[in-house]
């Protein structure tokens, strides 16, 4: 049997709100040592993601703290997978469409989060 991405995933999960201010998912980021995070609505619907690469393109933007939501600032739609996901499927799924970042999720519950980093570390351990 293959390995699954249950396997690889990161099981504790750090999430934004839509409204969080740019300054709020920056400060989560730093204090929990992530470099993206998942953007999830009241109903617990993922709606996107945001990485340090957005937050510092926000900036070179000119955009404040104080006035930005994290809405403004993910990436939508973001691709998400089911715990059982083959490792390899997920792994064709990032290359191709050039996705450094995957939620595991049934449904609506998220069980994790892998980004290409969690790929590259197997390897090296």
Request: proline share 5%; aromatic share 4%; net charge negative.
């Amino acid at each position: 049997m293959s390995q699954t991405i249950s396997s690889l995933m990161h099981h504790e999960v750090t999430q934004v709100g839509p409204d969080d201010t740019l300054q709020a998912v920056e400060a989560k980021l730093v204090a929990q040592g992530l470099s993206w995070v998942p953007v999830i609505d009241a109903s617990g619907v993922v709606m996107g993601v945001i990485s340090s690469a957005d937050l510092i393109r926000a900036h070179a933007e000119g955009k404040t703290a104080p006035k930005v939501s994290a809405w403004q600032l993910c990436t939508y739609k973001p691709v998400t997978v089911r715990p059982d996901a083959p490792l390899s499927e997920v792994a064709r799924l990032m290359t191709e469409g050039h996705i450094h970042h995957v939620v595991v999720a049934e449904g609506n519950d998220i069980r994790g989060v892998v980004s290409s980093l969690d790929f590259v570390r197997t390897f090296v351990t």
